[in-house]
């Protein structure tokens, strides 16, 4: 089998200090990013800080930065590479570091939790509930999100802007509220939560979200642009001065 | 010595581990009005249940409205070769369609049959189409669903955390010690109840579907803290994981992929599984094609043998690479593209598609893949009573992939997700109640907390000693050459030494660097449970002197009646695994009566 030479730069430090630091490694056939962090681990640098699970793109855990691109390192093969190329890997830089490429993702925990839940109708009369799998598919794109956060990483609302993470969700969140709206049984109305707490005023559809996510979800197109278009008709002036003199309109429920 | 520096908290019930079994069991608990701890060793969201695919066993009758619980019952104790515990099984079975419909009350989205119902696919071994699923991502869908109805509910989620030791107070658990993985420093949760949900073994084995967190950390503390374990020699090897690129050898291809009509053929593209049907199975599986391609339609046929349960599929496709009929890179070929349009390949089995085309450079809409066996789940597990999934040690409960006697000496594909949440659920309820009817203060004990410490610090600046990493790699070749899916006594007895000569090594473990989220220090606490789960899987596997589901004695190559009436044993004794035979629970004579009636 083919081995290859290749220089990683791979970002060692913590909290407030750091730097790349060279590793020699040999790369086989077949082999990705993360396999070949596992090697430095297991052969130069035991400490070496990551995050992983399944090394199959199913759980999310190894996000990090490749050659400044924002991947999976269990979906990034090595062969997309030039031979001898050096190749530089650091960690998710909206977040915190902790340590190496292992940052402090509590911000989206946190995000996660504001989200106002579900809240479906009642089941029918045998307990059971019917949904058409037309209806189901289109909340479902949103549901193979693995919470990688790789949108929320290179997400400049955020990226270069702490001061807006207190009133902005990220993209991970605004297609968790797609998908929670698009629920063919949901009862909730979160317009409210979408423009004053989850910010979606505050994206500018660059579609950077889009362009990273591991799972192609159309972040963008399927999930925030249909979000703000239902602001706007909510926020049009004309409609809201009708709405002050008529009262408001009834749902049909 | 300077007492050692630990933060601590309290709760009633303390749930170890948040994958299915773990996050049903908390949102119970708090459902009982208790205080809840849950403790995960990696982010939210990220445990193994989030890579399951296939789907979640239940008869709700929705494609096959022939389907009962007590088919599934059934079904379930035949593809355990009838050592399962009965009670677990009727439960289990007859629990499964609730808790399915409350997932979905939960927000789950499975994919719809044509009246807009949960649909339901084929999987080995199930006699009917009963796999609730969404497309071949059901994992996803059950921990997301799950994951999000509990942060709304009082829990106190204790992310990167790893549990090293339970704590009791007497008799009685109270609580447990760890430290947490991002800054290294240490945490003790005192709690009345102890929920083990910490899944399974199989970092163990070289080739595996199983991730870094599966170290048997459960199994492991249940034993240290004087609980017993049973089954433990069962071991599933899935018979179809990724064999080429080296990197991602053992990586899961879901059975949907047989259970949507793919087909296992060698490299004179013969289905040999045609070869390979047991005399325990001839009376319902297909001897011919034809019947075989025509079971998936119409259910008067018999069926296909590429969904035979999966020891007998993992044996039999062990059998065809040693005859040398395997496929290039040592495994054998699944085909799904010659069988079904691409189109729907691609509906059905997205990640699969998607797994091989980025990882492989495989299109399966167009070639078949390559796979062979892989180690993905423990039969065995801490013994629990049925009802109430109480282990031996009061205060102690286990559920999911740790707790033992479910599945017998093999699982059926899809009863996993479902035995989360049924016993998730079980042992949620359950150790609540235990929590609120205990009376008094449970007081841990100090002195073993600083014991426990100390020596969770030693291999930090030793001199000399070893890179934890080649002390794992070590023990993964033994267990996967010596007690792999074919097992010998005399290469059983070799691994029981290489065994003890690991943990000696162990002993001697270096690690480099400071506490703060120290992949090698994480490695070398991990060795303890590893190289313990390693030792009773070898040792129930000596004791038992017959091949039976997830156990195959190349010296005893037969299925023997005697042996199908007890369960191996293991518990510490002064320091020991100590090995004994135990009667299987006796199943009542009505259960009796479902297997006669029918071959």
Same mark, same amino acid.
């Given at each position: 089998?083919?081995?290859?030479? #290749? ?87 909206? #977040? ?52 990688? #956060? ?17 009133? #902005? ?85 | ?29 708090? !459902? ?17 249940? =989030? ?39 009727? *439960? ?7 808790? =399915? ?26 006699? %009917?189409?009963?796999? !609730?699923? =969404? ?12 994951? %999000? ?24 658990? !109270? ?11 240490? =945490? ?109 339609? @119409? ?7 590429? +969904?035979?349960? &999966?020891?007998?599929?993992? &044996? ?8 040398? $009929? ?17 189109? %729907?390949?691609?509906? $059905? ?21 390559? /796979? ?9 597990? /801490?013994?629990? @009573? ?35 949440? /049924?016993?998730?659920? &079980? ?5 609540? *109640? ?34 934890? %990493? ?11 050459? *010596? ?18 000569? +690991? ?5 001697? /473990? ?33 004791? $038992? ?30 320091? !020991? ?23």
């Amino acid at each position: 089998m083919a081995t290859t030479t #290749f220089t990683m730069k791979v970002f060692r430090g913590q909290a407030g200090h750091g730097d790349f630091r060279d590793y020699k490694v040999d790369v086989e056939e077949g082999m990705v990013v993360l396999d070949v962090i596992h090697r430095i681990q297991a052969t130069q640098a035991p400490d070496l800080a990551c995050r992983w699970n399944c090394k199959a793109g199913k759980c999310g855990s190894c996000s990090a930065e490749v050659n400044g691109k924002p991947r999976l390192m269990c979906m990034t093969r090595m062969d997309i590479f030039q031979p001898g190329e050096t190749i530089s890997v650091a960690p998710m830089r909206t #977040f915190p570091l902790v340590r190496d490429l292992v940052t402090d993702v509590s911000y989206n925990y946190v995000k996660a939790r504001q989200v106002p839940p579900l809240r479906l109708k009642p089941a029918d009369p045998d307990g059971k509930y019917r949904m058409m799998q037309e209806d189901v598919d289109r909340a479902q794109e949103f549901h193979k999100c693995i919470e990688c #956060f790789l949108c929320q990483d290179v997400c400049h609302v955020i990226r270069d802007h702490e001061e807006h993470k207190p009133a #902005f969700s990220g993209p991970r969140f605004l297609i968790k509220i797609a998908g929670l709206d698009m629920h063919p049984l949901d009862t909730v109305d979160r317009s409210d939560f979408v423009r004053a707490q989850a910010g979606v005023g505050l994206c500018n559809i660059t579609k950077c979200c889009t362009e990273v996510c591991p799972e192609h979800i159309h972040i963008t197109d399927n999930g925030i642009i249909p979000m703000k278009e239902r602001m706007a008709d909510n926020y049009d002036p004309i409609v809201w001065l009708l709405r002050k003199f008529r009262g408001a309109r009834q749902e049909p429920a | 010595m300077a007492k050692t520096a630990y933060e601590t908290h309290e709760h009633d019930v303390l749930v170890i581990g948040a994958g299915g079994a773990g996050l049903r069991a908390a949102i119970e608990a708090a !459902a009982q009005g208790v205080s809840v701890g849950l403790v995960c060793k990696s982010l939210l969201g990220k445990a193994h249940t =989030v890579m399951a695919e296939g789907g979640i066993a239940a008869a709700m009758g929705n494609v096959w409205p022939e389907d009962n619980w007590q088919v599934h019952f059934r079904d379930t104790m035949r593809g355990g070769k009838m050592l399962n515990n009965w009670r677990m099984a009727q *439960l289990h079975a007859q629990e499964a369609p609730d808790r =399915v419909l409350e997932l979905e009350r939960f927000g789950a989205l499975f994919d719809r049959t044509k009246d807009g119902l949960i649909s339901q696919r084929d999987f080995g071994g199930h006699r %009917y189409a009963r796999l !609730a699923h =969404v497309g071949d991502r059901t994992g996803l869908e059950m921990i997301r669903t799950l994951q %999000y109805h509990a942060i709304h509910q009082g829990i106190d989620v204790y992310m990167e955390c790893k549990v090293e030791r339970l704590l009791k107070d007497g008799d009685r658990i !109270a609580g447990a010690f760890g430290y947490w993985r991002n800054t290294g420093e240490f =945490v003790l949760f005192k709690a009345k109840a102890v929920v083990l949900a910490t899944g399974g073994i199989g970092k163990a084995w070289k080739v595996t579907s199983n991730s870094w967190e599966y170290t048997g950390d459960g199994h492991s503390t249940a034993l240290w803290a004087g609980a017993d374990l049973i089954d433990m020699e069962f071991v599933q090897f899935h018979p179809t994981g990724m064999v080429w690129p080296p990197s991602v050898r053992g990586i899961l291809v879901t059975e949907s992929v047989r259970g949507d009509g793919g087909t296992l053929k060698n490299k004179d593209g013969q289905r040999f599984m045609f070869n390979y049907i047991p005399e325990f199975f001839k009376g319902e599986t297909a001897d011919n094609e034809k019947e075989a391609d025509a079971w998936y339609t @119409d259910k008067k046929n018999r069926r296909t043998p590429d +969904l035979l349960p &999966r020891d007998e599929v993992a &044996r039999a496709i062990n059998s065809e690479v040693k005859a040398g $009929r395997g496929s290039p890179h040592g495994g054998v070929f699944l085909d799904i593209c010659t069988r079904r349009p691409a189109d %729907y390949i691609r509906k $059905r089995l997205p990640s699969m598609y998607h797994q091989f085309k980025e990882l492989a450079g495989v299109d399966i809409t167009r070639e078949p893949m390559e /796979v062979g066996p892989t180690c993905h789940y423990v039969m065995g597990g /801490v013994r629990v @009573d049925a009802d109430s999934t109480q282990a031996t040690v009061a205060g102690l409960f286990a559920a999911g992939e740790v707790a033992g006697g479910m599945h017998g000496s093999n699982r059926l594909g899809g009863n996993s997700l479902s035995d989360l949440l /049924v016993f998730g659920r &079980r042992a949620g309820l359950h150790a609540a *109640l235990y929590a609120k009817n205990l009376g008094g203060q449970l007081v841990a004990d100090s002195a073993q907390v600083e014991s426990i410490a100390r020596a969770m610090l030693e291999p930090f600046g030793r001199s000399g000693g070893e890179n934890p %990493y080649a002390i794992q790699a070590d023990l993964q070749e033994t267990m996967q050459n *010596l007690v792999g899916i074919i097992r010998t006594e005399a290469e059983m007895r070799q691994a029981l030494a290489t065994i003890e000569a +690991l943990k000696e090594r162990a002993r001697k /473990v270096r690690v480099d660097g400071g506490r703060l989220y120290n992949p090698g220090w994480h490695v070398a606490l991990d060795l303890a449970s590893l190289l313990t789960v390693a030792e009773c899987t070898t040792r129930a596997a000596l004791e $038992r002197q017959e091949s039976r589901g997830g156990h195959t004695r190349d010296d005893h190559p037969y299925t023997d009646d005697t042996w199908g009436k007890v369960n191996v044993v293991l518990r510490l004794r002064d320091g !020991a695994v100590q090995v004994s035979r135990e009667p299987l629970p006796e199943m009542p004579a009505e259960l009796r009566a479902l297997f006669q009636e029918r071959k």
